[in-house]
């Protein structure tokens, strides 16, 4: 990430949006300085985009890069952004963040109630390794794991949006960002996108594995020679 952050690429929205996965890798290897660039750079878009949920990641990685006796605000100020609506990937995000923070404080009680939240949202959405990492955080603070299991009628394919649900169709049959775009008069960059944004929602986090699902049948089919 870092090498792309300071390549011609380091700009485009898609590296942008994955800032985010940039501070997070950075606090969890105790290197957060690292991170300080990319991320003023996010900040400012996250203040130009008016957006709450943008806002609220923002509050996320302050949490992750600031201080201890500072990272609770933080926190709070991310979750309270949540509360007004868009992307619940990210809300569970960063309720297990701020789990893992509490637990590591030492409030296991506190640290439950987000960890809980954070699996109740990650299962919802079929986001089954996020699922995973929240369970396991969990049972480490002693509280079990009463989350339910997704419903049937909450496939990971029912998550996607319509969009998302051709780019990855399209994808599965090893069409290029290319190739998808021409077809679906979309930009490869925003193909990327769509596929950045529909991998946790299936549980998967390479193109390889969308080969492995079965979407059903489907009139989308790619020229090649695109």
């Known amino acids: ?36 660039s990319a991320f003023a750079r996010f900040d400012a878009w996250a203040a130009a985009s008016g957006r709450p949920w943008a806002a609220a990641v923002a509050h996320r990685c302050h949490a992750l890069l600031a201080p201890r006796d500072q990272a609770e ?24 963040m701020y789990g893992e923070w ?9 640290a439950g109630a987000q960890l809980s939240a954070a699996l109740t949202g990650f299962t919802a959405m079929g986001a089954a390794p996020w699922a995973e990492r929240a369970r396991t955080e969990l049972a480490a603070t002693g509280v079990p ?10 496939a990971p394919l029912d998550t996607l949006t319509p969009q998302e649900l051709q780019v990855v169709r399209l994808a599965a049959t090893g069409a290029t960002n ?42 989308d089919r790619i020229r090649h020679d695109a």
């Open 1 to 36: 990430m870092a090498r792309v952050l300071d390549g011609p690429l380091g700009h485009t929205v898609i590296v942008t949006f994955a800032i985010a996965d940039h501070v997070e890798a950075c606090a969890r290897l105790n290197e957060p300085h690292r991170a300080t």
């Open 73 to 96: 605000a933080h926190f709070d100020s991310a979750l309270a952004l949540h509360s007004r609506g868009g992307r619940p990937f990210e809300r569970a995000r960063t309720q297990l």
């Open 145 to 154: 794991a009463t989350a339910p299991a997704r419903r049937a009628d909450t």
């Open 178 to 219: 290319r190739q998808i775009g021409a077809q679906l008069f979309l930009s490869p960059r925003t193909v990327g996108f769509h596929l950045y944004k529909a991998y946790p929602k299936l549980g998967v986090s390479s193109r390889a594995e969308l080969a492995g699902i079965d979407f059903g049948p489907s009139r």
């Open 102 to 110: 509490l637990r590591r404080a030492r409030r296991r009680a506190d």
